[in-house]
């Protein structure tokens, strides 16, 4: 694995594109995989920045606690919630995904 901020972009929009249709993951487990641990919040800003020039699937991407907690305009709640559910994803009314039926913890193809 390449080391150093580009490596670790590299590496989590690789991971991003793997998480399966109809599955989430979050942030930190996106982290953990492409190396940092604790990089949870460097995942979104590569999610954020990167989302539609590498048609990345952002939204199967939510916080540890199963919550859709993105607060941008470009990547609005509802339209989280639009697109999980067009996966057959359910989510609350409160934007809270059930991970232990949806999540995804798998399969890191290199």
Known sequence: ???????????????????P???VTTYG???TFAGLP???????GI???????LDLPWHRIINRHGFISTNCLEHPKQ?????????????????IVDLKQYGWWGEIND
């Open 38 to 44: 604790r990089g949870a919040r460097l995942v979104g």
């Open 79 to 95: 339209a989280q919630k639009a697109l999980l559910l067009s996966e057959g994803i359910e989510v609350s009314d409160d934007f």
């Open 47 to 53: 999610l954020h920045f990167n989302t539609e020039a």
């Open 29 to 31: 487990t996106i982290s």
């Open 1 to 19: 694995m390449a080391k150093g901020p580009t490596g670790f972009k590299q590496r989590v929009i690789q991971i991003i594109k793997q998480v």
């Open 21 to 23: 249709f109809g599955k």
